[in-house]
């Protein structure tokens, strides 16, 4: 079993696995069981710093940003082909980090890897456009990619949010400073492995585990990103927007919802139910995209409630 041994990881900066500069650690428990399932360098504000300064300069350097789109392509699809070569191990990584059954964290892996793919597809079919305008002049639109995009991510769904955020960044030629939730960061810090294995230049991702308090809020405030992107709690949110506002960097949010099931009267009730009872329990309810409520057409309204009780 995975979780019958500690396993220890370091920062990726530039590269390169490395202890934080405090030499700091931190644990990881298996919610299931109280065990030390992880030990974590616990990266400070000058890790992050220099984590942030390795993706600028790779960045500059334009061994990813000016590579060609076909030949990004390619080390993304082996990225996903090595994610499902390891889906079972990362599976379980992510369950005992986070507590969800093995059933759901294994079956979101080859999702996981079809954001890779998708986006592997998209890397050579970026394109501008021309717009028509007078005789005497040539008007057209270049998409270019937007530097260092700072990355935010949380518990929940580890690996799957956080390859969502990092699979189209990579595709637009962007480098990426990823700082996952501190309650299960094992599967988002084995993608780093996973993309140096695939050929990912060194510097293209980095990885800051630690505490939304230093290492998130030093992430937030740097002012060398062209964009930052959280998915977490709308506290969390407004607060991560008045430290990085404060530098006008662009942002992008997926914040907590209120998700509505809109029942129709032409439906089977039964089922309407099941799909029901499912959008509110999946991962225990902590989702950002739970069915927490309900709106019923009124002829079937109460027999709904009935086989819903």
């Given at each position: 079993m995975?979780e019958?041994k500690?396993?220890q990881y370091?920062l990726?900066i530039?590269?390169?696995?490395r202890?934080?500069k405090?030499g700091?650690?931190f644990d990881?428990e298996n919610?299931a069981?109280?065990?030390?399932v992880a030990?974590m360098?616990?990266a400070g504000?000058e890790?992050?710093?220099?984590?942030?300064?390795?993706s600028?300069?790779?960045f500059?350097r334009g061994?990813w940003?000016?590579?060609?789109?076909?030949d990004?392509g390619?080390i993304?699809?082996?990225?996903?082909?090595?994610?499902?070569e390891?889906?079972?191990e990362?599976?379980?990584?992510?369950s005992?980090?986070?507590g969800?059954?093995?059933?759901?964290t294994?079956?979101?892996?080859?999702?996981v890897?079809?954001?890779f793919?998708?986006f592997a597809?998209v890397?050579?079919?970026?394109?501008?456009?021309t717009i028509?305008?007078?005789?005497?002049h040539?008007?057209?639109t270049?998409?270019?990619?937007?530097?260092v995009?700072g990355?935010l991510t949380?518990w929940n769904?580890p690996?799957?949010?956080a390859?969502?955020?990092?699979?189209p960044?990579?595709?637009?030629g962007?480098?990426?400073?990823l700082?996952?939730?501190e309650?299960?960061p094992?599967?988002p810090?084995?993608?780093?492995?996973?993309?140096?294995?695939?050929?990912l230049?060194p510097?293209?991702l980095?990885?800051?585990n630690?505490?939304g308090?230093?290492s998130?809020?030093?992430l937030?405030?740097?002012?060398r990103l062209?964009?930052?992107?959280?998915?977490?709690?709308?506290?969390?949110g407004?607060a991560?927007a008045?430290?990085a506002?404060a530098?006008?960097t662009p942002?992008?949010?997926?914040l907590?919802g209120k998700?509505?099931?809109?029942v129709?009267?032409?439906?089977?009730?039964?089922?309407a139910v099941?799909g029901?009872a499912?959008?509110?329990?999946?991962a225990s309810g902590?989702t950002?995209?739970?069915g927490?409520?309900?709106?019923?057409?009124?002829?079937i309204y109460?027999?709904?409630v009935?086989?819903?009780?």
């Amino acid at each position: 079993m995975i979780e019958e041994k500690t396993i220890q990881y370091e920062l990726l900066i530039d590269g390169e696995w490395r202890p934080s500069k405090s030499g700091d650690y931190f644990d990881v428990e298996n919610p299931a069981t109280g065990n030390t399932v992880a030990r974590m360098a616990n990266a400070g504000p000058e890790d992050v710093a220099e984590a942030v300064r390795s993706s600028e300069e790779a960045f500059n350097r334009g061994t990813w940003s000016t590579m060609s789109g076909a030949d990004r392509g390619k080390i993304m699809w082996d990225i996903a082909d090595r994610i499902e070569e390891r889906a079972m191990e990362l599976g379980m990584l992510e369950s005992i980090s986070n507590g969800r059954p093995i059933s759901e964290t294994g079956s979101q892996m080859s999702v996981v890897a079809s954001y890779f793919r998708y986006f592997a597809g998209v890397c050579d079919k970026i394109q501008g456009s021309t717009i028509p305008t007078t005789d005497s002049h040539f008007n057209y639109t270049v998409r270019v990619p937007l530097g260092v995009v700072g990355q935010l991510t949380p518990w929940n769904h580890p690996l799957m949010i956080a390859s969502k955020k990092l699979a189209p960044a990579l595709a637009a030629g962007c480098t990426v400073v990823l700082k996952p939730s501190e309650w299960a960061p094992l599967t988002p810090t084995e993608i780093g492995k996973i993309a140096l294995d695939a050929g990912l230049p060194p510097g293209v991702l980095n990885i800051v585990n630690g505490f939304g308090p230093t290492s998130g809020k030093a992430l937030a405030s740097d002012p060398r990103l062209g964009k930052l992107d959280l998915t977490g709690g709308t506290e969390t949110g407004r607060a991560v927007a008045q430290i990085a506002g404060a530098n006008l960097t662009p942002l992008q949010f997926e914040l907590g919802g209120k998700a509505p099931v809109i029942v129709f009267d032409d439906v089977s009730v039964d089922d309407a139910v099941n799909g029901c009872a499912f959008a509110s329990f999946i991962a225990s309810g902590q989702t950002c995209i739970q069915g927490s409520r309900a709106i019923v057409h009124r002829s079937i309204y109460d027999q709904f409630v009935e086989n819903l009780a």
